[in-house]
């Protein structure tokens, strides 16, 4: 046996454990069953709806830190339209699972795995990317902190996203050969699903047409450092290591924000998992 195939049987394993965990406390018996994937869908479209609840409340601007932390710099933190489009997202993965048998405990990892893990941290990579070279004229990814005047904890972000990123390949690479089905050959682009390679190459071009249409907004705005890529929020910095928000308000630079989000996401959905018409690419393992 291989390491791949070590672990891919190990996935299997630990999947299938957790399937058939079902513990009883005082006569009442809980664990995953059939229906629990749809319990989190049910959750997650309540968490998308609040969000926009919220957003239309409280403004654009605002983020789960202002609301439910008390956070006084207003739009610093996790935006709610970035948690309603994560939820959306998984919703979309969770339906597209389940229309193969994947449900369970695999459909909530994966659809996990790609909602909030694999594009959520392909989209903060860039927009860190974006941020730092069109504002600060650097490599953001690539320039070490000791190399460069900037407080360790703006690397945490990317340190973070990128290990997102690798569990969400390492996770798309182990769910494709195990589990229901298995994919009968490698497709060109590296973890894609899609049998019709026109389609996935048409939502790819959507994608970078939406970011570049952001860094060069045509539109007016309030330029603060860089030309390029505007953000309604600023970080200026007064000291060494000691920064102040400068808040920028632009309906038209936020909505391209949220609709840029909202393209990359559901185009890492869609490239990332299983569609009905990959019925001649796959081929059911067992019925279980």
């Not at 672990?7 to 229906?35: A, C, R, T, V, Y």
């Not at 959750?43 to 605002?62: N, R, S």
């Amino acid at each position: 046996m291989t390491f791949t195939t070590d672990i891919i049987s190990g996935f299997d394993n630990g999947m299938q454990k957790l399937e058939n965990f079902h513990p009883s406390f005082f006569g009442i018996q809980i664990g995953i069953n059939e229906k629990t994937h749809k319990v989190f869908q049910t959750e997650a479209i309540i968490i998308g709806v609040f969000g926009i609840i919220l957003t239309g409340i409280y403004g654009f601007e605002v983020t789960v830190m202002n609301i439910f932390f008390g956070y006084p710099v207003m739009g610093a933190g996790i935006h709610l339209t970035t948690i309603s489009t994560m939820a959306f997202t998984y919703v979309y993965v969770s339906w597209q699972l389940q229309k193969f048998q994947i449900i369970k405990i695999r459909n909530i990892l994966y659809s996990f795995i790609i909602s909030w893990g694999l594009a959520n941290g392909l989209f903060e990579i860039l927009w860190c990317l974006a941020y730092e070279t069109f504002h600060f004229n650097m490599q953001y990814l690539i320039t070490l902190p000791f190399l460069y005047d900037r407080p360790l904890e703006t690397y945490w972000a990317v340190f973070r996203n990128v290990g997102w990123i690798i569990l969400g390949l390492i996770f798309v690479k182990v769910f494709k050969t195990s589990g229901k089905f298995k994919v009968k050959d490698d497709l060109k682009m590296l973890g894609i699903f899609k049998s019709e390679e026109w389609k996935a190459t048409l939502v790819t071009f959507i994608m970078v047409f939406a970011w570049l249409f952001w860094i060069y907004y045509p539109l007016p705005f309030q330029v603060v450092y860089g030309s390029r890529f505007p953000q309604t929020l600023y970080f200026k910095q007064i000291g060494l290591d000691v920064y102040v928000p400068l808040l920028v308000p632009n309906l038209g630079v936020h909505l391209t924000n949220v609709l840029v989000k909202a393209i990359h996401f559901f185009g890492i959905a869609y490239l990332f998992t299983p569609s009905a018409k990959l019925t001649n690419l796959i081929r059911k393992v067992d019925s279980t």
